[in-house]
């Protein structure tokens, strides 16, 4: 049987609503924040192997701050045989497309419910590909007057 998720439901909207009212803050910060985890979800049911970094860990991994997160700081292992170079020398440039490619891998494969397109953000990426950047974009019921960047 398919899993179905809270963001399927007629009443998601007014839930948010309500989670935004009694926590006194933005409706959008709630949306945002329940597709971040969402996300994070979705990568385990893809049986992606990931570690949280930075902010991300402390709040959503510890909850040792309790701290809004715009994006999701993490490392996704790469998986076996498709020979990224991950160690710390391998600046060459046939490391750093190693990494450039398998960024665009993962945006190309993955796929969760609700998300409705995945792509590479480059603003993320650094010269060497030691970090790069992957937006998931969602159908967003609350309008963004936060200055924060659309998708997790």
Known sequence: ?????????????????MIAEEMDTDPFLVEKDYWLMHCLYGLQRLGMTFELKGGTSLSKG??????????IDLRIKPPEGMAVSTGR????????GSRKRYYDWLASTIRMSGIHKVERDTEYDDVKYRSGGIRLRYNEIN??????????
């Open 89 to 96: 020398n391998q600046d060459k440039p046939a490391h750093m």
């Open 62 to 71: 510890y909850g040792i701050i309790q701290r809004f997160s715009e994006d």
């Open 143 to 152: 309008k963004n007057n936060t200055g924060l960047k659309d998708g997790v």
């Open 1 to 17: 049987m398919p899993l179905d998720f809270i963001h399927n439901h007629k009443d998601f909207a007014s839930l948010i609503e």
